[in-house]
């Protein structure tokens, strides 16, 4: 597959990317097949192979997309995606987290979406499509291999959240990433932090959150959000 739009588009773009896999030799092959910068447009800027490693790489190098593999030493997939919420809930340059795994079990695909990632795809992806993928969650949008889209689909559509909620469109985009680290436990200096706001300002988004959903703390707030599957 080599047109000479695509090789000029791969060219101009540039995604930094991180590779999350307990299997040296998988990163390795991975690295192989699509780190070729100057070819691909991927720059592969880190590697992990634990839950603690992945937390620390992704931390300390901030990339584009994270090819984050299911099954971890130290938790898992998931919960490297909870340790890195607030970097996904970033107002800028959010990190963006695609599944690569092996599994193509129902449980594991739900599990690493409900927790934040934008996509999964299983190991039998061929190195071009890879590259699209990651292109393609860098842009923001959902990549799953085909039989999996299925998956996901079920188990939204068995959930009791109505498709449309009225709540959550009275919310701005910053109060709903507000919301969420609430939800998950963050103190108001770390939301703060992570969105490089004033504590004053977080104070002042609850206090809309709270008055928009009619409900009296955060840990109505919580449960709210926890109904939801928003945490």
Not at 148 to 157: H, I, Q, S, T
Not at 193 to 200: A, M, R, Y
């Amino acid at each position: 597959m080599t047109g000479n739009s695509g090789e000029e588009e791969t060219q101009t773009r540039r995604v930094r990317v991180v590779l999350v896999d307990d299997h040296r030799m998988f990163r390795t092959g991975v690295q192989a097949e699509i780190g070729q910068t100057e070819t691909t447009g991927v720059e592969v800027v880190g590697e992990a192979a634990d839950v603690d490693q992945a937390v620390t790489v992704i931390t300390a190098t901030r990339p584009e997309v994270v090819l984050l593999d299911v099954h971890l030493p130290g938790g898992g997939g998931v919960e490297v995606l909870r340790r890195c919420a607030p970097l996904m809930a970033a107002a800028e340059d959010p990190v963006r987290f695609l599944a690569l795994s092996v599994s193509d079990a129902a449980e594991d695909v739900i599990g690493v979406i409900r927790g934040g990632a934008r996509g999964y795809v299983t190991k039998t992806i061929t190195g071009t499509d890879l590259v699209d993928s990651v292109f393609r969650v860098q842009d923001g949008d959902a990549v799953f291999s085909p039989r999996l889209a299925g998956f996901v689909l079920d188990a939204f559509a068995s959930t009791d959240a109505p498709p449309v909620d009225e709540d959550m469109d009275r919310l701005t985009q910053r109060e709903r990433e507000v919301l969420r680290l609430i939800a998950r436990g963050y103190a108001y200096k770390e939301i703060a932090k992570q969105l490089f706001i004033s504590v004053k300002t977080v104070e002042s988004h609850v206090s809309a959150v709270l008055r928009k959903l009619q409900l009296s703390n955060r840990h109505e707030l919580t449960r709210w959000a926890t109904a939801r599957r928003l945490v």
